[in-house]
């Protein structure tokens, strides 16, 4: 079975912090994702990622950068926190950017900025 | 542009009861559907999806979605509910140029009552 993990399931930060949200996918897969889960709105693209140092913005990257160093880590950066990023964070993974590849999510990550 | 509209925000059914979740969805090259489910805690797992051919899909945990392309509609459902069902539900959608990237609904949560 495909693992998703993100190192943290809450977190807790101030207003202007540098945050990192990390996560890692365990089967050798191409694309990696970050999503943003907010109440009545869904999910929404945040960053993505078809490769290795490549990344593609989403629909909603302002105030976020990604790094993907390696092909099983993507991590998510916040420069300056600030309390419209409290969310929950999910990050998710698949095979390849063929449509028919399922993404695989982990559990999440529910930041507090305040 | 596409988007997805999932109307119902909350629905609560009867353990035993059946169940519809209903989802449309624009897309301007031929779409391809999915519906996944979020149980308290967890990340999104994949029910089920469709790509072409029948327009009647199976999934897991005895879910079922039928794509009608004149509605704009890829409709879920379930004959008789368990409470274990209870979880949010995202429909989704997405197409060959799309990179393996989602558009997701708002999400329907839903509540089953004893």
């Known amino acids: 079975d495909v693992k998703v993990t993100q190192s943290s399931r809450y977190l807790v930060k101030r207003t202007g912090e540098k945050v990192f949200l990390e996560c890692v996918q365990d089967?050798?897969?191409?694309?990696m994702f970050w999503y943003r889960q907010d109440p009545g709105l869904g999910l929404r693209l945040i960053y993505f990622?078809?490769?290795?140092?490549?990344?593609e913005k989403g629909d909603i990257p302002e105030g976020y950068s990604v790094s993907r160093e390696k092909k099983e880590r993507f991590s998510l950066i916040l420069e300056s926190a600030s309390t419209n990023q409290t969310s929950m964070y999910l990050c998710?993974?698949?095979?390849?950017?063929?449509?028919?590849?399922?993404?695989?999510f982990g559990n999440g990550t529910r930041l507090t900025v305040t | 542009a596409q988007s997805v509209t999932q109307p119902d925000i909350h629905i609560t059914v009867s353990e035993g009861a059946s169940l519809e979740l209903r989802c449309n969805y624009s897309?301007?090259?031929?779409?391809?559907l999915f519906w996944y489910v979020q149980s308290p805690g967890q990340g999104l797992q994949l029910l089920l999806k469709?790509?072409?051919?029948?327009?009647l899909v199976q999934g897991i945990k005895g879910f079922e979605a039928e794509f009608k392309r004149s509605q704009s509609s890829f409709n879920l459902r379930k004959p008789s509910v368990h409470w274990s069902d209870a979880a949010e539900y995202f429909c989704?959608?997405?197409?060959?140029?799309?990179?393996?990237?989602?558009?997701f609904g708002s999400g329907t949560q839903v509540v089953v009552t004893p």
């Open positions: 998710a993974s698949s095979l390849s950017t063929e449509i028919n590849s399922p993404l695989h």
């Open positions: 089967m050798d897969h191409e694309n």
């Open positions: 990622s078809y490769d290795v140092k490549m990344k």
């Open positions: 897309y301007g090259a031929t779409p391809y």
């Open positions: 469709y790509f072409s051919g029948d327009t």
């Open positions: 989704a959608v997405g197409g060959t140029d799309s990179w393996g990237k989602l558009q």
